[in-house]
């Protein structure tokens, strides 16, 4: 039993990126495959699709990788944790290394970037921050 799903998915992610890995794949819920949208909205990653492996529900994600070679995501930081909730209002988003990067956020809207938040002024918690 995995106790915090979302830092699996993002440590996956971390350690496919870091060894230059093309696809990485794990079980799949909806803010998996929404957080995966969103990561492949902003580039982060290439392609996000679904499958299924028997009766489970999976997810494949693309990583992508610039000309150079070196990927396009250089950190992922978890902020909010099950033994930690961290929630921001609108008016205290911040961006994340000076524009260069996201945060993405659970409103009441649904998942979406800092800067979609900070537009509709809606605050909600903080899940991650990607540069």
């Keep these: 039993m995995m106790t915090d799903p979302i830092s699996d998915m993002l440590t996956r992610i971390r350690n496919a990126s870091m060894t230059r890995a093309v696809q ?10 929404a957080m995966a949208k969103i990561l492949e909205k902003e580039g ?17 994600v693309r990583l992508a990788y610039r000309e150079t070679g070196e990927a396009t995501i250089s950190s992922i930081i978890r902020k ?9 209002k609108a008016d205290n988003l911040r961006s994340v290394r000076s524009g260069q990067g996201f945060s993405i956020l659970s409103t009441p ?22 540069s």
């Design 24 to 33: 990485v794949e794990m079980p799949m819920s909806k803010m998996k495959f």
């Design 44 to 60: 982060c990653l290439d392609a996000v699709e679904t499958y299924q492996d028997g009766a489970k529900p999976m997810l494949r």
């Design 109 to 130: 809207n649904g998942l979406m970037t800092n800067k979609e938040a900070y537009k509709r002024r809606l605050g909600g918690e903080l899940i991650c921050e990607i």
């Design 80 to 88: 909010s944790k099950p033994s930690l909730r961290v929630y921001v």
